[in-house]
Nanobody
């Protein structure tokens, strides 16, 4: 199974962007789905994650991003607003099958915030 991301690109500071991630097999069970990012020279960090009954956001993006999920399409989305240059990173989709289950990563999509 693969996680396929789309929606990255170049955006100006203050702009918005929406990332999408779809599981290649629409009926494949994924318990939690989320987004992480990694900037050059930095560690990978949590952006947002959602699972039944719980959604968490990273401190650096709280109030500026919204994660949503379409279970019928086995997809997760990340809407990002008021983007800042420090949001520039490769954004990775992640899914897991819950405690003790398998974990999956997408190939990453580059988001560049620059004027």
């Amino acid at each position: 199974v693969q996680l396929v991301e789309s929606g990255g690109g170049l955006v100006q500071p203050g702009g918005s962007l929406k990332l999408s991630c779809t599981v290649s097999e629409t009926t494949f069970y994924i318990h939690a789905m989320g987004w992480y990012r990694q900037a050059p020279g930095q560690q990978r960090e949590l952006v947002a994650i959602t699972e039944p009954g719980r959604t968490n956001y990273g401190d650096s993006v709280k109030g500026r991003v919204t994660i949503s999920r379409d279970s019928a399409k086995n997809s997760v989305y990340l809407e990002m607003n008021n983007l800042k240059p420090e949001d520039t990173a490769i954004y990775y989709c992640h899914g897991n099958q819950g405690y003790g289950g398998m974990s999956y990563w997408g190939q990453g999509t580059l988001v560049t915030v620059s004027s």
